[in-house]
Nanobody, 117 residues
Framework: QVQLVESGGGLVQPGGSLRLSCAASGFTFSTYAMSWYRQAPGKERELVATITSVGGVFPYADSVKGRFTISRDNGKNTVYLQMNSLKPEDTAMYYC??????????WGKGILVTVSS
């Protein structure tokens, strides 16, 4: 059974940092590209960052460039999103995504990040 479980979200003040984790199981993690998406209230889901199976990183969304960093540990079947200099507009549900080629992607249930003073 495929599972993607996000953790590390919560409430943080503007300018603060959080590190999201996504633990994967039920598929061959090391062969999948992994992505983080987010969806703010009333907005469409947005691709934030993608990392290839071997650790190559695609360009980040303009809104997070220079502040967020995606990484992965294939030995732990986990992908991370380090978020620094957080802004209120980063408030959203953050979702982990796994995809390989043209196959159906897998999604986590999401985790809430709230940036507020």
């Amino acid at each position: 059974q495929v599972q993607l479980v996000e953790s590390g979200g919560g409430l943080v003040q503007p300018g603060g940092s959080l590190r999201l984790s996504c633990a994967a199981s039920g598929f061959t993690f090391s062969t999948y590209a992994m992505s983080w998406y987010r969806q703010a209230p009333g907005k469409e889901r947005e691709l934030v960052a993608t990392i290839t199976s071997v650790g190559g990183v695609f360009p980040y969304a303009d809104s997070v460039k220079g502040r967020f960093t995606i990484s992965r540990d294939n030995g732990k079947n986990t992908v991370y999103l380090q978020m620094n200099s957080l802004k209120p507009e980063d408030t959203a549900m953050y979702y982990c995504n796994a995809k390989r080629g043209w196959g159906t992607p897998y999604w986590g249930k999401g985790i809430l990040v709230t940036v507020s003073s």
